[in-house]
């Protein structure tokens, strides 16, 4: 089956700063990776993705590039604040509509 | 438009007590998903269903898990006896069958404690 392997596991930055977290897979089958933020006690809330026939793709300050050859794909948040505190999630999705998750990335903004 | 609702939100059971947690996914919606996300960890799936049917129960520990999705809509998993081990947020999302996005809404979640 599928493999996501997230890292880092932490990551802490200063307000401003940007914020770069990156994801592995071993399936080739997988063609849909969405990023979710989790907020303490909250639900996973999607809050970008990537097809397998896009390089990349950006919202205001968050984009994802996707490698399929290497089978990687990045999530950059850029000018990061306090609110994009929260436990980011990637995933990797088939056509089966299985969606495997990495084990997340505790990102801190400190004011 | 009501998002993907579950309950209850917390439960606290003695260990080799039975336990249920219901969801509710957002309508018109034909997949269903219930995850177990352990703290620190990502989602992991048990059980997916398009409509009624189970299509990927692969990794639903059968022993004591079981799950029905009745006419297609609400689930139900179910969990006999619970053991220590089982504590854990479990989670219910849907998504549209067919939509290629394959954009997963989730639930609040379940969160377990088995004493």
């Known amino acids: 089956g599928e493999n996501v392997e997230q890292h880092p596991s932490t990551l802490s930055v200063q307000e401003g700063d940007s914020a770069v977290i990156k994801c592995t897979y071993s399936?080739?089958?997988?063609?849909?990776f969405p990023w979710y933020k989790q907020e303490l006690g909250k639900r996973p809330q999607l809050i970008i993705d990537?097809?397998?026939?896009?390089g990349e793709k950006k919202d205001q300050r968050i984009a994802v590039t996707l490698n399929k050859t290497a089978k990687h794909f990045s999530l950059h948040i850029t000018e990061t604040q306090p609110e994009d505190s929260a436990v980011y999630f990637c995933?990797?999705?088939?056509?089966?509509?299985?969606?495997?998750f990495g084990d997340g990335t505790t990102l801190t903004v400190k004011p | 438009e009501a998002g993907v609702v579950q309950s209850p939100r917390y439960k606290i059971i003695e260990k080799k007590q039975p336990v249920a947690f219901w969801c509710n996914p957002i309508?018109?919606?034909?997949?269903l998903y219930w995850y177990l996300q352990n703290l620190g960890q990502g989602p992991e799936l048990l059980i997916r269903?398009?409509?009624?049917?189970?299509?990927?129960d692969s990794q639903l520990p059968k022993d004591r898990f079981s799950a029905e999705r009745l006419k297609g809509v609400d689930s139900t998993l179910k969990i006999q006896p619970a053991e220590l081990g089982d504590s854990a947020v479990y989670l219910c999302?849907?998504?549209?069958?067919?939509?290629?996005?394959?954009?997963?809404?989730f639930g609040e979640g379940s969160r377990l404690t088995v004493l």
């Open positions: 990537i097809r397998s026939n896009v």
């Open positions: 269903y398009e409509n009624e049917e189970a299509v990927d």
């Open positions: 995933a990797a999705h088939t056509n089966a509509g299985k969606s495997t």
């Open positions: 399936d080739s089958a997988s063609n849909y």
């Open positions: 999302a849907s998504s549209l069958f067919g939509d290629n996005t394959g954009e997963l809404f």
């Open positions: 309508s018109g919606h034909n997949t």
